[in-house]
C-alpha cells in the first residue's frame, strides 16, 4: 500500500507514470538482487548456454544488465553473442536475439510476472546446486 499526501500530482496520468517508475524501479532491483544471489552462491555466467541452469542465468543476467545500467529507463545491454538468444525457463519464453539496445519492455519476457517464475526457478536451483556441489 502507498500512501502520498493530497494533490501532490497535478493530473491522473503524472499518478500513473509515477506508478510505472516504483514497479520499474522495484523490478529492476529485484531482477540485480537474483542476480547477486547467483554470483554469491558461486554460479559462473555460462559460455556457451546448454542446460536449462546456464538458460536461467543467462536471462537473469541479462534483465539484471538491461536495470544496472539505468533502473529508470531500462535498455537491453547485450553486448555478447552468447546471451542474444531464445530462452526458456519453465514457463518464461524470451527472444533476445535482436533486442540489443532497445528499452527493456517487459513484454520481451513474456510479462513482469516472468520475475517470479524466474524467482521460483531459483530456489529449485540454488537447492540442487547446494546439495550436488556441497554449497553451504
Known amino acids: 500500500m502507498l500512501v502520498l499526501p493530497d494533490r501532490i500530482f497535478e493530473s491522473h496520468s503524472d499518478a500513473v507514470i509515477a506508478c510505472q517508475n516504483l514497479v520499474s524501479v522495484s523490478f529492476g532491483a529485484a531482477a540485480i538482487t537474483l542476480n547477486r544471489t547467483r554470483e554469491e552462491v558461486g554460479l559462473p555466467l555460462p559460455d556457451p548456454i546448454t542446460t536449462q541452469r546456464d538458460q536461467w542465468i543467462g536471462l537473469v543476467y541479462q534483465i539484471r544488465n ?6 529508470s529507463e531500462p535498455r537491453w545491454e547485450i553486448q555478447k553473442a552468447t546471451y542474444r538468444c531464445h530462452y526458456h525457463v519453465g514457463s518464461v519464453n524470451a527472444d533476445l536475439t535482436e533486442l540489443h539496445g532497445r528499452h527493456f519492455q517487459y513484454a520481451d519476457i513474456g510479462g513482469a510476472e516472468a520475475l517470479f517464475t524466474l524467482r521460483g526457478y531459483a530456489n ?7 546439495m550436488t556441489d556441497g554449497v553451504k
Request: hydrophobic share 55%; aromatic share 24%.
Open 124 to 130: 529449485e536451483l540454488f537447492f540442487s546446486h547446494r
Open 66 to 71: 538491461a536495470f544496472a545500467h539505468d533502473i
